[in-house]
């Protein structure tokens, strides 16, 4: 795996910058027996076929769906027009963004005390913002990134948190709380935020939100994981607020035997961590 540092900008602290992330490797082969297990534990199940049997009995659960598909198609270039939109997502990116997910966290264990953030202590709450079906924080549980930690997993879509829930509890995730809610409406717990691919149906609407809200959201820090472009503009707005920030990449070929179920044959993975402001 090839790990590349990457620097956008950099200004005085007053300013805000991102920081060089020192040099390493993470290897991809470490985190394939847990990707692996996953596999065997959901018998090659997807988030959609859960919901399969969750719609036979529930109206609420296909007018969720449709809501989920409307809010995407406007933020993604992917065409969720016909019926089958969610399983299509599904199918495309479930144990894809799994296998990213678990890569970045792997790195993190092993890098994050190394990174100079003398502010980033061992937290007791970890709140995943825009949760979707749980990738983030259930890769985070079993690789014990924050072992002293209770996630709190938010989103504004029912039918995700519903998934997340099945999901966590399958694989004995048990230090985990759900909640349907956007992180910005009346939200005023505290913890380390973290984020996978939250930006892409939210990016303007997270961009175009006050600073005193974004102070809020990044006052215990952030971890995300996004698409780049996503990142880079994110970054620019967060560098207004006078925050430290770290870019990583990581690029890895996926092996053979996983290649149709990840539906690739390379990873890249992005990841935003911000500092804490709060001291």
């Known amino acids: 795996m090839n790990l590349r540092e990457f620097i956008i900008s950099r200004g005085s602290e007053r300013e805000g910058f991102l920081q060089r992330i020192p040099y390493a490797q993470a290897d991809i082969a470490a985190v394939l027996p847990i990707f692996s297990w996953v596999v065997e534990a959901l018998h090659g199940q997807r988030p959609s076929e859960i919901f399969d049997e969750y719609t036979a009995r529930s109206a609420i659960a296909l007018q969720s769906l449709k809501e989920y598909v409307a809010e995407h198609r406007r933020n993604t270039h992917l065409d ?45 709450t970890v709140i995943d913002v825009g949760s979707g079906v749980g990738t983030f924080s259930i890769a985070c549980s079993l690789l014990e990134l924050f072992p002293d930690a209770r996630y709190l997993l ?28 956007d992180v910005f409406s009346a939200f ?8 996978s691919y939250w930006l892409c149906g939210n990016r303007r609407a997270v961009l175009e939100k ?21 990142l880079l503009e994110f970054a620019a707005r967060a560098k207004l607020l006078r925050v430290k ?14 290649r149709v179920l990840v539906g690739s044959r390379d990873l890249n993975v992005y990841v935003l961590i911000v500092e804490p402001t709060r001291t």
């Open 154 to 181: 938010l989103d504004k879509f029912s039918l995700q948190i519903k998934l997340a829930q099945s999901l966590s509890s399958h694989l004995g995730c048990q230090k985990f709380d759900f909640a349907v809610k």
């Open 210 to 230: 006050s600073d005193a809200d974004l102070k809020r959201v990044l006052s215990d820090g952030l971890i995300l994981i996004d698409y780049r472009d996503n």
């Open 188 to 195: 005023d717990r505290r913890g380390l935020f973290i984020a």
């Open 80 to 124: 969720y027009g016909d019926a089958k939109t969610f399983r299509y997502f599904d199918t495309s990116y479930f144990y894809r963004n799994l296998l990213k997910c678990l890569l970045a966290v792997h790195y993190l264990k092993g890098n994050l005390p190394k990174f100079g953030i003398e502010n980033f202590r061992r937290p007791t």
């Open 245 to 258: 920030m770290h870019f990583l990449e990581i690029h890895s070929a996926v092996p053979q035997p996983h």
